[in-house]
């Protein structure tokens, strides 16, 4: 996790805008829902249901949820290319709804696609996007954004002879040209590699570090748990969960204890009776248990009792991925009443 606290690392941003502008938190959702209606044969779908969620201010905050749970929906809500049907949402401390452009002007997005004209050079596509804005010439820090990203030396190539990685970094460059104190990064590396991955994650890091509150959505589960201070989880429309990571992980009180033994096992030895042991290979026992009963110098006394002697023994703590499976298993709630939470609009 990152060194410095969320707050520590939003106070450029917050120092910039003057305390007034400088809200807890740097989106506020509440009671927010999307329902499509009904095309065709399809029915009306409820793409969001209540949503009440809070990015504070400075945080690299991560959203997850599998395919259709509705986090792209909640996304272009947020950036403006689709419409609630309720509720109520503010970025920056400006209402969505109330105050569009003050909304819009506080986030940049930077989508799954990649949407780069290849004939154009990075410079002119910041200068372009800055333009689009309404950025003055004078108040542009397009080389300074290209520097920070590590593409400064690509300036004035051509965008189709830039390699992935840095095509991802653009992407990321051209959200950041109105200096935007919210970025929200869509799966940003969906399809790269682990090496363009890590340095993607550097750059993420370096822009939270320097105040910029990241909402970060990704299917990578180990992504989001190096990266991320905060987790919600987004399931059928639903948040099922939403908290600090570490509390997140904390949620499982369980661990995975392999032992190598110096010999092979026919089966499990009776000693290990009370426990929760398999014989995963030969000579090799796995055991789970819950951590707060701290079973495992009885374990090790049961294994001396049966006349074995280990040999190697290590253990597998729960990670996000088992969280993220055991909240998202859970079905989906009766849609039935789509009509009775409103049109979409």
Wanted: proline letters at 6%; a negative charge.
């Amino acid at each position: 996790m990152l060194d410095s606290s969320p707050a520590q690392r939003a106070s450029s941003h917050a120092s910039e805008r003057g305390p007034a502008a400088a809200p807890e938190a740097a989106v506020h959702i509440r009671g927010l829902n999307k329902t499509y209606r009904a095309a065709g044969k399809s029915p009306a779908k409820r793409a969001l249901i209540d949503v009440d969620l809070d990015v504070p201010r400075g945080c690299l905050f991560g959203l997850l949820g599998p395919n259709g749970a509705g986090k792209s929906t909640l996304i272009n809500i947020l950036a403006g290319l689709v419409i609630k049907t309720s509720g109520h949402a503010e970025i920056w401390g400006h209402d969505i709804e109330r105050e569009p452009r003050a909304a819009r002007a506080a986030i940049g997005v930077v989508p799954q696609e990649l949407n780069i004209d290849p004939f154009f050079t990075p410079r002119q596509l910041l200068e372009l996007q800055a333009g689009l804005y309404g950025v003055p010439p004078k108040e542009r820090e397009t080389m300074g954004i290209l520097r920070a990203l590590g593409l400064a030396d690509k300036a004035e190539a051509y965008s189709r002879s830039l390699s992935g990685g840095m095509r991802r970094r653009l992407m990321v460059a051209k959200a950041m040209v109105h200096d935007p104190p919210v970025l929200v990064l869509d799966e940003p590396t969906a399809g790269v590699d682990i090496e363009l991955r890590q340095q993607l994650w550097q750059q993420v890091r370096a822009l939270n570090a320097r105040g910029t509150t990241v909402l970060l959505t990704t299917h990578y589960l180990e992504e989001a748990e190096e990266l991320c201070d905060r987790i919600a989880i987004i399931n059928h429309g639903r948040v099922i969960a939403d908290d600090t990571t570490p509390n997140l992980l904390a949620q499982l009180d369980s661990k995975d204890l392999t032992i190598v033994v110096d010999r092979a096992l026919d089966e499990v030895p009776p000693a290990l009776a009370d426990f929760d042991v398999k014989l995963s290979a030969p000579n090799s026992l796995s055991v789970h248990y819950c951590v707060k009963e701290s079973p495992v110098a009885q374990i090790l006394t049961a294994i001396a009792e049966a006349g074995l002697t280990v040999i190697d023994l290590r253990t597998e703590e729960a990670d996000l991925e088992d969280i993220f499976l055991q909240l998202t298993r859970a079905p989906a709630e009766d849609a039935s009443a789509d009509e009775s939470r409103g049109r979409d609009t």
